[in-house]
């Protein structure tokens, strides 16, 4: 079965830090770009970051640029985002995603299996 | 970035209906323009991929067409596990952008 499991939210402070996980099983993670969705609290989904197969390319939103690292192990199976400098605007419900494809320059084709969200809130 | 705009924003079939929901990019994108489906408190779900192509599993009463800047997403007849949200996500250009959603709720 192909699935996505999410770890590491929780509470942290205005200017802290906090590592996401998202552990990958059932297909071949290396083939496929990954990415991170969040959705505050009543609101829209708002993609974040993805990371390319192999892990040479990085793309993020502009409000989460200079602030968030996105990044992979294959071997592991497991790739991860690193926020630091978080904000209370921060606070959401994070995915991660499979891409259903990738082409070049940023284009995808969808995301087609999500894990089951990871809560982070940010507040002193 | 590109703005995406659904409308309506929630609307409100019976068991059913025929419901269309559309979805206008601010610029053109082909066909890089994607539906979920999202129930709550549950991970968004992939219903069509590429403008028209249904995604493995979903019911055929789900379709899609558009292209370039308008777009639409089909149920031809609701269904009651059909009741919930919808996004619509261009997905050419980084930052990938979604529509702001739209509610179907029971009538």
Same mark, same amino acid.
């Given at each position: 079965?192909?699935?996505?499991?999410?770890?590491?939210?929780?509470? +942290?402070?205005?200017?802290?830090?906090?590592?996401?996980? !998202?552990?990958?099983? #059932?297909?071949?993670?290396?083939?496929?770009?990954? /990415?991170?969705?969040?959705?505050?609290?009543? &609101?829209?989904?708002?993609?974040? %970051?993805?990371?390319?197969?192999?892990?040479?390319?990085? *793309?993020?939103?502009?409000?989460?640029?200079?602030?968030?690292?996105? %990044?992979?192990?294959? %071997?592991?199976?497991?790739?991860?985002?690193?926020?630091? $400098?978080?904000?209370?605007?921060?606070?959401? =419900? *994070?995915?991660?995603?499979?891409?259903?494809?990738?082409?070049?320059?940023?284009? #995808?084709?969808?995301?087609? =299996?999500?894990?089951?969200?990871?809560?982070?809130?940010? %507040?002193? | 970035?590109?703005?995406?705009?659904? /409308?309506? /924003?929630?609307?409100?079939?019976? +068991? #059913?209906?025929?419901?269309?929901?559309? !979805?206008?990019?601010?610029?053109?994108?082909?066909?890089?323009?994607?539906? *979920?489906?999202?129930?709550?408190?549950?991970?968004?779900?992939?219903?069509?991929?590429?403008?028209?192509?249904?995604?493995?599993?979903?019911?055929?009463?789900?379709?899609?067409?558009?292209?370039?800047?308008?777009?639409?997403?089909?149920?031809?007849?609701?269904?009651?596990?059909?009741?919930?949200?919808?996004? !619509?996500?261009? $997905?050419?250009?980084?930052?990938?952008?979604?529509?702001?959603?739209? &509610? +179907?709720?029971?009538?």
């Amino acid at each position: 079965e192909v699935q996505l499991l999410e770890s590491g939210g929780g509470l +942290v402070q205005p200017g802290g830090s906090l590592r996401l996980s !998202c552990t990958a099983s #059932g297909f071949t993670f290396g083939s496929y770009a990954m /990415s991170w969705v969040r959705q505050g609290p009543g &609101k829209g989904l708002e993609w974040v %970051s993805a990371i390319s197969g192999s892990g040479g390319a990085t *793309y993020y939103a502009d409000s989460v640029k200079g602030r968030f690292t996105i %990044s992979r192990d294959n %071997s592991e199976s497991t790739f991860y985002l690193q926020m630091n $400098s978080l904000r209370v605007d921060d606070t959401a =419900v *994070y995915y991660c995603a499979k891409d259903l494809g990738f082409g070049g320059n940023g284009a #995808g084709f969808g995301m087609d =299996v999500w894990g089951q969200g990871t809560t982070v809130t940010v %507040s002193s | 970035d590109i703005q995406m705009t659904q /409308s309506p /924003s929630s609307l409100s079939a019976s +068991v #059913g209906d025929r419901v269309t929901i559309t !979805c206008r990019a601010s610029q053109a994108i082909g066909t890089f323009l994607n539906w *979920y489906q999202q129930t709550p408190g549950k991970a968004p779900n992939l219903l069509i991929h590429s403008a028209s192509t249904l995604q493995s599993g979903v019911p055929s009463r789900f379709s899609g067409n558009g292209f370039g800047t308008d777009f639409s997403l089909i149920i031809s007849s609701l269904q009651p596990e059909d009741f919930a949200t919808y996004y !619509c996500q261009q $997905s050419l250009h980084i930052p990938w952008t979604f529509g702001q959603g739209t &509610k +179907v709720e029971i009538k």
